[in-house]
């Protein structure tokens, strides 16, 4: 059974990455969007060092909504602050004149026509630990209010329920890390916010247009919102194994319907023999904060053992979390229980 550990500042860390390893982990997660090339080498080079065998896997950032990288300032955002979101192409348009302004816009990583295709009742960031109710649309900005405030800088992610992905394409980001990922023969590549089988196709399109032909690494499709949820069925038909991406998929969709469509995607994998189902994110929050597991969370890894999962994946309770090491042995330890 899987134990993917994500890299992040804690696993820089030598001792850190040999203890969650030693521990258990026997895949490591490299988040394209949060580091660098040199950087993931650098860790690469050294767990492989530690274990020759630990599969690595290489997450692109599919459709991944986030606040520009453009995004020049950093905004403490008040409750029932008034602010306004816009695509980049429409930032770049009015960027010179912001500043003779007081209102604070931010720029989101789509264009502007995608962002008003529909109306939205809510745009949230950081999964959803800020959130803004929209109320109204001036001169193609998307004008909100706040509900629940933060801070705001370039990069964190957003989530825009029943957003139109379907005109946004492999970027150049995900291009040039799944070249990265063929030369340094990852293991797995995970496409983010897979919606239909075309997402995945996209990507072995690129894959025979590459003159790299160093490796063939297996494909993983990470469901994050209601259209991968409905479709997963023919989503499998292309890839190796799904990703349930709790993170996104909450404030995608909802907390209360998260468990009915966790079920519904794990029976349809269970049907195809030989595929992987991974459970990410919100495994142990409790422990990423320096706490005690709570019962939830470990009935949770029971039941997800118990209906037949083959792997969970730990996210910021080994990039960031105050346990790293503790959290890895802690699941190890219950996979081995339940698992006899």
């Given amino acids: 059974m899987y134990i ?9 860390d030598r001792t850190v990455l040999k203890g969650i390893i030693d521990s258990g982990v026997n895949a490591l997660r490299f988040n394209f969007i949060h580091g660098s090339a040199t950087e993931f080498l650098e860790i690469l080079k050294m767990a492989k060092e530690i274990k020759n ?14 606040v520009s990288s453009d995004f020049e300032y950093i905004y403490k955002i008040y409750d029932d602050e008034e602010i306004y979101f816009c695509g980049e192409d429409k930032y770049y348009e009015i960027k010179k004149d912001i500043n003779k302004t007081k209102i604070k816009i931010i720029p989101l990583n789509i264009k ?4 008003n295709e529909k109306i939205y009742k809510q745009i949230g960031i950081k999964d959803n630990t800020m959130i803004f109710n929209v109320v109204g649309n001036k001169d193609g900005l998307i004008r909100v209010i706040t509900v629940k405030g933060g801070i705001i800088r370039k990069g964190k992610g957003c989530n825009i329920k029943n957003l ?9 980001r995900d291009k040039e890390a799944i070249l990265w990922g ?16 075309e997402d995945i196709k996209e990507i072995k399109s690129f894959f025979k247009s590459s003159a790299l032909k160093e490796s063939k690494p297996r494909l ?8 991968g949820v409905n479709n997963i069925k023919s989503i499998l038909s292309e890839v190796d194994g799904i990703v349930i991406g709790r993170g996104d998929l909450i404030p995608e969709t909802s907390i209360e319907d998260t468990p009915i469509y966790e079920e519904k995607i ?25 706490k005690m597991p709570s019962i939830s969370e ?8 118990n209906d037949g999962v083959t792997g969970f994946l730990l996210a910021g309770e080994t990039s960031v979390g105050k346990a790293p090491i503790k959290t890895v042995e802690f699941l190890n330890k219950l996979i081995i229980k339940y698992n006899n």
Wanted: one cysteine or more; a positive charge; glycine letters at 6%.
């Fill in 298 to 305: 470990v009935e949770s890894i029971y039941n997800f053992i």
């Fill in 182 to 197: 063929i030369k340094n023969k990852v293991d797995v590549i995970c496409q983010s916010f897979v919606e239909e089988k």
């Fill in 53 to 66: 065998n630990i599969e690595i896997i290489l997450d692109l950032s599919g459709t991944k909504v986030r």
């Fill in 220 to 227: 993983w499709a990470k469901i994050e919102t209601f259209n």
């Fill in 164 to 172: 139109e992905r379907k005109t946004l394409s492999l970027s150049e």
């Fill in 266 to 290: 794990i029976k349809e994998v269970l049907k195809n023999e030989g595929k992987d189902i991974i459970i990410a994110t919100h495994l142990f929050n409790s422990m990423k904060s320096g």
């Fill in 112 to 115: 502007n026509k995608i962002l």
């Fill in 4 to 12: 993917i550990g994500t890299v992040g500042p804690n696993i820089k």
